[in-house]
């Protein structure tokens, strides 16, 4: 299984991007898909999960609300909406899966950088 992630680019504060995560070469078994983002110097931080069923979304404190996360079954892809962005969500976004849960985020692709200008 690999991931792609795409839809990073430059947006003013209030603007909206949508991200996908695009997974390929047979899915299965995938338990469930996080989206996370790291700002350069800083840690890697939880932003979104969702089961690989479209189900039990699940937010980091204080973004739900401005993001949602959602699962397209037809295309095998994981979406996160961001609405309202803020020059602080400027970060490298990443989608992972996991295989179990619970369980570690064992498979992740390549970033996709966001830039909110103020």
């Known amino acids: 299984v690999q991931l792609q992630a795409s839809g990073g680019g430059l947006v003013q504060t209030g603007d909206s991007l949508r991200l996908s995560c695009v997974a390929s070469?047979?899915?299965?078994?995938?338990?469930?898909v996080g989206w996370f983002r790291q700002v350069p110097g800083k840690e890697r931080e939880f932003v979104a999960s969702?089961?690989?069923?479209?189900?039990?979304?699940y937010y980091s404190d204080g973004l739900e609300g401005r993001f949602t996360i959602s699962r397209d079954n037809v295309m095998d892809t994981v979406y996160l909406q961001m609405n309202s962005l803020k020059p602080e969500d400027t970060a490298v976004y990443y989608c992972?899966?996991?295989?179990?849960?619970?369980?570690?985020?064992?498979?992740w692709g390549q970033g996709t950088l966001v830039t909110v200008s103020s």
């Open positions: 969702i089961a690989w069923s479209g189900r039990n979304p």
């Open positions: 992972a899966a996991k295989r179990r849960s619970p369980g570690r985020y064992e498979i």
């Open positions: 070469g047979r899915p299965f078994g995938i338990y469930s």
